[in-house]
């Protein structure tokens, strides 16, 4: 019945028949299919309008990798997008099994599916299947691009892509040779950590990684500063058997360096040696140049020496870090000298020679050796760089010799040299200091005009000039200049614009920035802190800045000396004396050693306030901490002993100060003198005050007392008697040229001259 349902015709209709030319033949298929079909197959045979559609495209891999390897073979390929359509990744990697032994072939195939399939999703198996023909075929760099992939494509682990190209080796790869392309690519893609797993993984499986990948990784390791990781992956090499060579052994040299373990480096050699490798003018090269970059400048020159005696010539490497080291030391002339001997041993300098030379020598301030060395370096042939001028220029403006400076500036330029960043920057930070910040400015537009881009130093230069120039409305124009090319501020720019706005006394627009510092994800740091601190405390504003104190610290980070030193000198300046010293207690117990400088801000506090006594109880109390005062320290407290009239311990203070070496200064020496004066002990103002003043100093001061204490004004002759100036006269008869200074005074203010 089902059988005669399908082949039942429909009755004719009444439309027209259509021409023998138009009439549908049966498909055979269709019949054959019919006649073969069992009764439980029979449900899902195809509708009549099914059969119209066009057939299924499926295939079974293994009957499509059966047509593929026969059109290959029969060099039938006309239309290959017509089954690589239907291409499956284990398709590829069956076509590619059956073509183990014939690799022409299997190059065809992977040719015919990368240039038919470019958006083929590949599986690691049949991408590692393709690396291992093209490997076979030295096409390395089309292998890697392949091994890129699998190392980019997400969701795959070392795991599965070392496994897939080692299950590819048993249909006929060559592993050696793809796993050290792997390893290659890991370094050369910058994954070195996810290199180093795949080296390990390779290795616990038996393979055996090329040396060169071996060096390359290695080498990669050290250079991002992953030594610890570098040496366990030199285990790995060695435990597998793998032949060092002297490259393995020069990065492993360099490691030690890296880390500062030198002292190891003689025993890893030995160890290298019993393998036969030896070490070259590199490995020489390395040591030298680590010894002198820690200032180990003998040990250095040592090394040369064992160099000459194994027959290598330094090179202009080993002359250079010799230089670098020596200038290091602060050996400028044996430096030099160096010069001599490489031009003697047939070695030229270069720009790197000349330039370490020019740095060490503007750090000297030495000018006219400056510019002697510039000019040799165009006499022996080398041409000055951008370096060169910039040290040249540095050292110049650095001694004050602007109109030399900017002739260095314009010659660079003449020589076709274009200032970069650095050189301009150099130039406008000399105008900033100098309250030349118009010029620095003009300075800035050029730099533009030449298209140099100006960094976030630059920026930080120019606002540091305007906000000493107390330009600041200026400044803050910068600063939104900055936000519009893409400079982002840094901890400099906040603090120096917060404290331009502090010592301007707007504490809100330095409190708005301090707010917009944080809303940048810029933690602010101690010295933005102890900035606005400092802003608070100069205006009087002890409560916010305590509040500003309170919040650093509830931020993490503990007050440093300065912090103490800003928030003691504010509290003296007001007069919270008590509240000053507590904080000085507190530093001490934290372990923070007072500066010299709080210390005498404590004094003065003390002092201010008319507590002689507790200052001097302080005085005692730092000379006990080992903190050795100074000058102002003794004249503080001398001041304040002239100031409660307790002349003895002013005097005996002068006598301890000056035992130590310390002078008073004139202003000590002036309130001292008016305090014997006051008191009428004329003779001890006298032994006082002419160890610290000239003898026209000490009349000038005298007289001026007696002025003041007898109420004399210049011009009258009242209340001043003649029987005290006579005195005077006649006491300090010895002092010839403070009689005349004294008799010259008494003529104009007197009724009559004195004998």
Request: hydrophobic share 40%.
């Amino acid at each position: 019945m089902p059988i005669r349902r399908l082949l039942r015709r429909k009755p004719p209709s009444n439309r027209s028949l259509p021409g023998r030319d138009h009439l549908h033949r049966p498909n055979p298929r269709l019949i054959r299919g019919v006649s073969t079909l069992q009764p439980s197959e029979l449900a899902a045979a195809p509708t009549s309008e099914q059969s119209r559609s066009p057939p299924s495209t499926a295939m079974p891999d293994s009957l499509l990798a059966e047509k593929i390897l026969f059109d290959l073979k029969q060099g039938n390929v006309r239309d290959p997008r017509s089954y690589f359509s239907r291409l499956s990744p284990p398709a590829v990697v069956e076509v590619l099994r059956r073509y183990r032994d014939d690799l022409r072939a299997a190059l065809k195939f992977v040719d015919l599916v990368s240039s038919n399939c470019p958006g083929f999703k590949h599986s690691p198996e049949s991408l590692s299947a393709m690396v291992h023909v093209l490997v076979r075929g030295r096409r390395s760099s089309e292998a890697q691009g392949l091994i890129l992939r699998m190392v980019r494509k997400s969701g795959v682990s070392r795991a599965e892509i070392v496994d897939s190209l080692i299950d590819a080796c048993r249909d006929g790869g060559s592993s050696r040779a793809v796993f050290s392309l792997l390893i290659r690519t890991y370094v050369q893609a910058r994954k070195l950590r996810e290199g180093a797993e795949a080296f390990r993984l390779s290795g616990s499986k038996g393979i055996r990684v090329l040396i060169g990948s071996c060096n390359g990784l290695l080498g990669g390791l050290v250079k991002a500063g992953w030594v610890d990781l570098a040496w366990e992956v030199y285990g790995e090499v060695v435990r597998s058997g793998v032949q060092v060579d002297v490259y393995t052994l020069n990065i492993m040299v360099n490691a030690l360096c890296k880390d500062r373990k030198m002292n190891e480096v003689k025993s890893f050699l030995l160890d290298l040696e019993e393998k036969g490798v030896f070490p070259d003018i590199v490995t020489y090269n390395t040591l030298i140049n680590a010894h002198c970059r820690e200032g180990l400048v003998d040990e250095a020159f040592g090394l040369v020496d064992s160099m000459l005696e194994k027959g290598m010539k330094p090179s202009l490497y080993t002359y250079n870090s010799l230089i670098n080291g020596l200038c290091r030391n602060g050996e400028y002339t044996r430096a030099r000298e160096m010069l001599d001997e490489m031009s003697e041993k047939g070695v030229s300098p270069d720009n790197a020679s000349f330039n370490t030379l020019l740095v060490e020598i503007g750090r000297k301030g030495n000018t006219v050796e400056a510019e002697k060395i510039f000019e040799e370096m165009s006499l022996r042939g080398v041409v000055p760089d951008l370096v060169s001028y910039s040290s040249i220029i540095g050292v110049l403006l650095r001694c004050h010799n602007l109109d030399q400076a900017l002739m260095y500036f314009r010659r660079m330029k003449s020589a076709g040299l274009v200032p970069d960043g650095v050189i301009y920057t150099i130039l406008i930070d000399w105008y900033c200091k100098n309250g030349l910040v118009s010029e620095a400015l003009r300075l800035r537009d050029e730099m533009l005009e030449q298209g140099c881009f100006m960094d976030v130093v630059t920026f930080n230069t120019i606002l540091n000039g305007l906000c000493k120039d107390k330009m600041l409305a200026e400044a803050d124009q910068l600063f939104c200049e900055m936000d519009e090319r893409g400079v982002f501020p840094d901890f400099c720019t906040f603090t120096t614009l917060i404290n331009g706005h502090c010592k301007d006394g707007n504490m809100n627009k330095a409190m708005s920035l301090f707010e917009t510092m944080s809303q940048r994800n810029l933690k602010p740091d101690i010295v933005a802190y102890n900035t606005l601190i400092d802003g608070f405390c100069k205006a009087g504003e002890m409560e916010k800045a305590y509040q500003i104190w309170d919040d650093m610290i509830n931020s993490g980070i503990i007050p440093n000396h300065i912090s103490y030193s800003i928030l003691i000198n504010g509290f003296c300046s007001t007069g919270a004396v008590a509240e000053a010293f507590r904080l000085w207690d507190e530093m001490v117990k934290r372990g923070i050693r007072p500066s010299l400088i709080v210390c005498n801000t404590i004094l003065k506090g003390f002092c201010r306030s008319r507590d002689v006594s507790k200052a001097d109880e302080f005085f005692s109390k730092m000379v006990a901490k080992g903190i050795l005062p100074d000058s102002i320290a003794y004249n503080t407290l001398v001041n304040g002993f002239v100031r409660i009239e307790d002349m003895d311990k002013a005097a005996e203070l002068v006598n301890k100060m000056e035992n130590k070496g310390l002078m008073a200064d004139v202003y000590t020496y002036n309130v001292i003198l008016g305090g014997f004066c006051r008191q009428g002990r004329m003779q001890e103002a006298e032994l006082i005050s002419f160890r610290g003043l000239s003898r026209t100093t000490f009349w000038v001061i005298l007289l001026e007392e007696i002025r003041f204490l007898h109420g004399w004004k210049c011009g009258s002759r009242n209340k001043m008697t003649e029987t005290t100036l006579g005195y005077l006269v006649k006491k300090l008869p010895m002092y010839q040229e403070g009689r005349e200074e004294l008799r010259s005074w008494v003529w104009c203010n007197s009724k009559k001259p004195y004998e």
